[in-house]
């Protein structure tokens, strides 16, 4: 049997990244993935933040991942649709927009407030009675199908083999994983690296080995091509959902069995595709269930109730409810490099908004991995929490 470098476990944008970046250096590469449309990257926005440091370690990264994003067209061959567009981030009627600005202000570069009437001149869809303003910036964006292609063809043409199969294991004898199981075969390697978002605490748990990845339930409207236009990357200007990944309850809230650990939070927002295509989201439930734990036809009532005060014309368009896990870790920062205790494991999840992070992180991880010590890499591993 065939012992590989490296599996790895996952093609989310992460896995598809990563196991990319280990062919490039000629390592050799299984990459396994289920095949499951279910998936973060699937339901994504594919938005990039790149502006949005608050640090030195997320300010160099996040402008390392602009950088990245330009590079990859011609490299990997593949077109994945990046631009630049405006971002709104609205304001509602009556809310504090000086306390939203504050929200910002530890940003390097914090979006600007403009009144309601400038921000419907930018985007002509909004509802200008419905709100105070917006803050805006320009932002950049892909699309996240388009990106996790054009990796594993390029990925595929460096010599990568790719496994459409669920791991349903790891293979572990005494401090050691050694390989990863499917239900046909067992696949040997020097390194596995679970990558498979969510879902890799499961592969974990089962091994014994429990991290500090958390999860979000995120439920979204995806539409059919609309027979209008869409312009800008719509949001909510407050950080519901991030303040309360950060306020991350006691862990043990994490343990207890088909358990709500916080509040659903819901956001109204909206990303128009080139196909025309629209993803309007977002419900994010904290909940240790891995199945939904909400009722479909509720959910997409209150994301279209919600979407339809700045945004009306979208509240009846033709869509599906979707369902998908998004994972967190409390300080923001990825979850990667080898799990302590184990030899021969290693992790690369832990993405809450990969499209800036993951291109920078998964080149410089594979180098480091490939003998090129990096301190930024070694401010994102796992070892952080031990
Ligand atoms: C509505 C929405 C909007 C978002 N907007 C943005 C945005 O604008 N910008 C941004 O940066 N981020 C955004 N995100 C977050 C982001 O897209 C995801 O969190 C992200 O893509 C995670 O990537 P991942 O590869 O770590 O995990 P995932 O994309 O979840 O991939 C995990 C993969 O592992 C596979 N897998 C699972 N279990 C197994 C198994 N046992 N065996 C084999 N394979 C397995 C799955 O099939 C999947 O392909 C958004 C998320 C949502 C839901």
Same mark, same amino acid.
């Given at each position: 049997?065939?012992?590989?470098?490296?599996?790895?476990?996952?093609?989310?944008?992460?896995?598809?990244?990563?196991?990319?970046?280990?062919?490039?250096?000629?390592?050799?590469?299984? !990459?396994?993935?289920?095949?499951?449309?279910?998936?973060? &990257?699937?339901?994504?926005?594919?938005?990039?933040?790149?502006?949005?440091?608050?640090?030195?370690?997320?300010?160099?990264?996040?402008?390392?991942?602009?950088?990245?994003?330009?590079?990859?067209? %011609?490299?990997?061959?593949?077109?994945?649709? $990046?631009?630049?567009?405006?971002?709104?981030?609205?304001?509602?009627?009556?809310? +504090?927009?000086?306390?939203?600005?504050? @929200?910002?202000?530890?940003?390097?570069?914090?979006?600007?407030?403009?009144?309601?009437?400038?921000?419907?001149?930018?985007?002509?869809?909004?509802?200008?009675?419905?709100?105070?303003?917006?803050?805006?910036?320009?932002?950049?964006?892909?699309?996240?199908?388009? !990106?996790?292609?054009?990796?594993?063809?390029?990925?595929?043409?460096?010599?990568?083999?790719?496994?459409?199969?669920?791991?349903?294991?790891?293979?572990?004898?005494? +401090?050691?994983?050694?390989?990863?199981?499917?239900?046909?075969?067992?696949?040997?390697?020097?390194?596995?690296?679970? @990558?498979?978002?969510?879902?890799?605490?499961?592969?974990?748990?089962?091994?014994?080995?429990?991290?500090?990845?958390?999860?979000?339930?995120?439920?979204?409207?995806?539409?059919?091509? $609309?027979?209008?236009?869409?312009?800008?990357?719509?949001?909510?200007?407050?950080?519901?959902? &991030?303040?309360?990944?950060?306020?991350?309850?006691?862990?043990?809230?994490?343990?207890? /069995?088909?358990?709500?650990?916080?509040? /659903?939070? $819901?956001?109204?927002?909206?990303?128009?595709?080139?196909?025309? &295509?629209?993803?309007?989201?977002?419900?994010?439930?904290?909940?240790?269930?891995?199945?939904?734990?909400?009722?479909?036809?509720? @959910?997409?009532?209150?994301?279209?109730?919600?979407?339809?005060?700045?945004?009306?014309?979208?509240?009846?368009? /033709?869509?599906?409810?979707?369902?998908? $896990?998004?994972?967190?870790?409390? %300080?923001? !920062?990825?979850?990667?490099?080898?799990?302590?205790?184990?030899?021969?494991?290693?992790?690369?999840?832990?993405?809450?908004?990969?499209?800036?992070?993951?291109?920078?992180?998964?080149?410089?991880?594979?180098?480091?991995?490939?003998?090129?010590?990096?301190?930024?890499?070694?401010?994102? &591993?796992?070892?952080?929490?031990?």
């Amino acid at each position: 049997m065939q012992t590989y470098d490296n599996i790895v476990i996952g093609n989310g944008l992460a896995g598809a990244a990563l196991s990319y970046e280990l062919a490039k250096v000629k390592q050799s590469v299984l !990459l396994i993935d289920e095949g499951s449309p279910d998936s973060g &990257t699937r339901y994504s926005y594919g938005g990039i933040g790149y502006w949005a440091g608050t640090t030195e370690l997320t300010e160099t990264i996040f402008r390392a991942g602009i950088v990245r994003h330009r590079e990859l067209p %011609d490299e990997l061959g593949a077109d994945t649709q $990046l631009r630049e567009l405006d971002l709104l981030l609205t304001v509602a009627k009556g809310a +504090d927009i000086a306390a939203v600005k504050a @929200s910002y202000a530890a940003m390097r570069t914090p979006p600007q407030f403009i009144d309601a009437k400038t921000a419907g001149e930018i985007e002509p869809q909004l509802n200008t009675e419905a709100i105070e303003g917006a803050f805006t910036t320009r932002h950049a964006h892909v699309d996240p199908i388009l !990106l996790v292609a054009g990796y594993n063809a390029a990925f595929r043409q460096l010599g990568g083999h790719h496994n459409l199969s669920a791991a349903t294991g790891l293979v572990r004898i005494g +401090d050691t994983v050694t390989g990863v199981t499917t239900e046909a075969q067992a696949y040997a390697a020097k390194r596995v690296i679970v @990558s498979a978002g969510a879902y890799s605490l499961q592969l974990l748990s089962a091994v014994g080995v429990q991290v500090p990845l958390y999860f979000t339930h995120a439920e979204i409207v995806e539409t059919a091509p $609309l027979d209008f236009e869409v312009r800008s990357l719509i949001m909510p200007a407050n950080n519901a959902r &991030t303040d309360s990944e950060s306020a991350s309850p006691d862990p043990s809230e994490w343990q207890k /069995p088909n358990h709500q650990v916080m509040p /659903p939070v $819901l956001e109204a927002g909206v990303i128009q595709f080139r196909d025309k &295509t629209a993803r309007i989201g977002q419900i994010s439930r904290f909940h240790t269930a891995f199945v939904p734990p909400a009722d479909a036809s509720e @959910s997409e009532k209150a994301i279209r109730d919600a979407i339809a005060r700045p945004l009306p014309k979208l509240k009846n368009v /033709p869509g599906i409810w979707r369902h998908c $896990l998004v994972t967190f870790t409390q %300080d923001n !920062l990825p979850l990667l490099g080898p799990v302590p205790g184990i030899d021969g494991l290693h992790l690369f999840s832990g993405f809450t908004g990969p499209f800036a992070l993951v291109p920078p992180v998964a080149q410089r991880y594979a180098q480091q991995l490939n003998h090129s010590p990096d301190e930024l890499i070694e401010q994102m &591993t796992v070892s952080r929490f031990s």
